[in-house]
């Protein structure tokens, strides 16, 4: 039994379900919004995948990026704001008329919705730079505080090893993943060394070689962002344990 499994004890059942709605719904829907969520688990979804960040004034709000214009009508850089300026942003506009004033959701506005209906949650720890490790920590103690109690926490991922490192200082019984975008030399015991219980590649990355390495370090393999069914097909007869998929409207979570 690893370290890692010992720690969040995850060492003899893997709680979370093969598919995760990328952001919600993928592009369905206005990414990070609740209206997205709500679009991911009408396909039958039941595990999403979201970005957490932190406002000025330190709120877990939900936005991939580090800037707002992308998906929002704002300016500027989203962890520049105060959460009641970010609270008052048109989320959904960008993506269609008819999700025009969806506003940024917090952290604790989609736990409230994951927990009243049983949905599970990645959370990717997406630190505006700079603040990897104040993001880490605020997230996993945000993450730890709002599901207390609750049987299946939150899977905790970062690209960044110091967000994650923050994490495990604050709240070491929460699962965390080492997210990984290209190839390079010792990801897999930077994984391991991080306490994580998963790791989570581009899709292209993982062959059967990898797949065998990682687990045998006793740790699980997702994959990002599945759109396409030959690429679903390979993860799946490699025997990775998760996908994210954008495309809700294409696989079903049942299969």
Request: glycine share 10%; with cysteine.
């Amino acid at each position: 039994m690893s370290d890692a499994q010992t720690e969040v004890g995850l060492a003899t059942a893997w709680p979370y379900p093969r598919w995760i709605a990328h952001r919600g719904a993928g592009k369905l829907a206005p990414e990070n919004t609740l209206a997205a969520f709500r679009l991911g688990a009408q396909h039958g979804y039941r595990m999403f995948e979201c970005d957490a960040k932190l406002s000025r004034d330190g709120v877990p709000f939900l936005m991939h990026d580090a800037t707002l214009q992308r998906t929002t009508n704002g300016q500027g850089t989203g962890g520049d704001l105060d959460w009641s300026a970010l609270s008052q942003l048109d989320a959904g506009g960008w993506h269609s008329r008819a999700h025009a004033g969806e506003p940024l959701p917090t952290l604790e506005a989609l736990a409230r919705y994951c927990i009243a209906n049983a949905y599970l949650l990645n959370i990717e720890i997406k630190p505006t730079p700079g603040l990897e490790e104040t993001t880490g920590r605020v997230v996993a103690e945000t993450t730890a505080r709002l599901w207390q109690g609750q049987a299946v926490p939150p899977l905790l991922s970062s690209f960044q090893p110091a967000a994650l490192a923050g994490a495990r200082a604050t709240a070491p019984h929460l699962p965390r993943a080492l997210l990984v975008d290209v190839h390079r030399q010792g990801f897999v015991d930077e994984a391991h060394g991080l306490g994580c219980v998963a790791i989570v590649c581009n899709h292209a990355l993982w062959d059967a070689a990898l797949v065998a390495t990682v687990h045998g370090q006793g740790m699980r393999t997702l994959s990002y962002t599945v759109n396409d069914p030959w690429a679903a097909q390979r993860l799946i007869a490699l025997g990775t344990d998760g996908i994210i998929t954008d495309r809700v409207d294409l696989f079903s979570p049942a299969g």
